[in-house]
Structures are given as structure tokens and as C-alpha cells.
């Protein structure tokens, strides 16, 4: 049983694996799951915690579900995602935690451990950095039940509400909601603001935002954000253009409709 965040997944029918936030899926010897094909990536793909859900990202690699291509998913009990042709990962089960440990050093914030492991720097700001770095003064690490420091010669499990020393420095480990492990919140002129609402339906988009009047577009426009949320991530400006232009498939000629399309929504 696995207290902090992880899904198990196995690639096809073959044993589950427990992979963590930060952990990779692909061909390298050194990923979490290593998926050994060579129609596979050396690092095909990296499971991220955002939002309090656990998501896989196409790093090198292809992600597809229910026969679309897709840049990230959010993993869920059930779910099969297609690596490469006939070769699908099979999620069997996914846990989050409603909290999870988190470390300040001295008075900054809390944050919050992920990853597999993380290192204690105190220069030029006391701080923590989701890796291993050699020269740190201390070093954490997840063994995939739980948290654990090395400083000097000491070694120690990391609990909630534990005060310790590191070369005069005080560490607080703490807990922290894990919904603090996901995106920024909206940020406009230096001010929190609330978070905007999209309905998009291809030939009309609306986006809402507390106490202000909905926006509304439409055409091109609407056909624009409606693809975007379609693919449901990131994607390049080819993709989403062929989608909407494709009786022209010059590239010149769809670059200039895009720059052109683009700059109205944007005004």
C-alpha cells in the first residue's frame, strides 16, 4: 500500500508498476517503467501531479487514447493509452492522497516533496530542488511508502510536524493540501483573479470570468479555441491549422491565415 500519489501501471498484461509524480515511462533502463520497444522513446513520457490529479505528458513519445492523440492525460482506474501501434499501457489503479509532506527551510513556504527525490540548498536562498544535487547539505528521497533525510551522518523517516537542524537552518516538515501540487491559479497584473470558464461548441466559444460580461466569438475564431480545447494540451500551430484549413495544405499559405486569425482573437 502506497500512502503518497502513484498509479499502478503495466504495460499490456505484464505486472503493475507503482509510478510516482516525476517518474518516466520508456525505453531507458533507468525509467520507472521501462517499456522495451523500439518504437518507443528513450523517455517516451512523465507522470505529473497537477491540480490534484495525476496526469501522464508526452515527453518524446506518442500518447493516444480512444484513438486520439493526445499531449496529456489524466489517469484514472481502467484507462488504456497507446504507445505505440498494438502497444498500450494499462492503468489498473490510481491513488492521491487528500494531503501530502511538504518541507520550509527557515521561514520560506512550504514545499511540497515530489518526485523521487529532492536535495536541501542553502545558497544563494534556503530552499529545496526536485533532484539530487552531490554537494548538498541534505538529501531526501522517496522509498515509495514514505519520505527520508540524510544529513551527515544521520538518516532519519520524515513525519508531519518534525523540526530539524541542517547547518544552522531549521526545516518544518509539514502537510499541504495536495491541490497545491497543481497549476498556478489565473494571474493578472501581479493579482490573483478567479479562474476563467471556456465553453466552446466549434462554431461559437464564450469565456466567462466572474463579474464581468461573457466574451463571445465566433467563426474562425470560435473554430480556433474549440480545436485547442479539443486536443485538451499543447500542441503546434500546424496541427490545429490542417485541422481548420484543410483544403490548403501549403504551409506558407496556412501560416498567414493562423498570424492573421490569431492576432483578431488575441485583440
Known amino acids: ?97 487528500i494531503e ?23 545558497d544563494p536562498e534556503p530552499g529545496l530542488l526536485p533532484r539530487f544535487e552531490p554537494d548538498a547539505p541534505a538529501h531526501l528521497w522517496s522509498d515509495g511508502f514514505g519520505w527520508r533525510m540524510r544529513w551527515g551522518e544521520r538518516v532519519e523517516a520524515l513525519e508531519a510536524d518534525q523540526v530539524l537542524q541542517v547547518d544552522g537552518h531549521v526545516l518544518r516538515v509539514v502537510t499541504v493540501p495536495l491541490m497545491r501540487g497543481g497549476q498556478e491559479a ?18 461559437t466559444a464564450h469565456i466567462h470570468r466572474q463579474g464581468r460580461e461573457p466574451v463571445l466569438f465566433s467563426g474562425i475564431q470560435a473554430r480556433i479555441l474549440s480545436e485547442l480545447v479539443a486536443f485538451g494540451g499543447p500542441t503546434t500551430w500546424e496541427v490545429v491549422a490542417e485541422e481548420i484549413w484543410r483544403d490548403d495544405p501549403v504551409r506558407h499559405h496556412l501560416r498567414r491565415r493562423w498570424d492573421v486569425n490569431l492576432g483578431r482573437l488575441r485583440a
Open 1 to 97: 500500500m502506497h500512502p503518497n500519489a502513484h498509479a499502478l501501471v503495466s504495460i499490456e498484461d505484464g505486472p503493475p508498476v507503482a509510478l510516482h509524480p516525476g517518474d518516466l515511462v520508456g525505453r531507458l533502463r533507468s525509467a520507472a517503467l521501462r517499456v522495451d520497444d523500439p518504437r518507443v522513446s528513450e523517455a517516451h513520457a512523465l507522470v505529473s501531479l497537477r491540480a490534484g490529479e495525476l496526469q501522464l505528458l508526452a515527453l518524446r513519445g506518442v500518447l493516444a487514447v480512444d484513438r486520439q492523440r493526445v499531449t496529456e492525460v489524466v489517469l484514472v482506474d481502467g484507462l488504456h493509452i497507446r504507445v505505440a501501434k498494438d502497444l498500450h499501457l494499462r492503468v489498473h489503479e490510481v491513488h492521491v492522497p
Open 186 to 203: 489565473t494571474a493578472i497584473g501581479g493579482q490573483l483573479q478567479p479562474p476563467l470558464r471556456l465553453v466552446a461548441n466549434y462554431d
Open 100 to 122: 501530502a509532506l511538504a518541507v520550509a527551510v527557515d521561514d520560506a513556504e512550504p514545499q511540497m516533496l515530489i518526485g523521487a527525490a529532492a536535495s536541501v540548498v542553502l
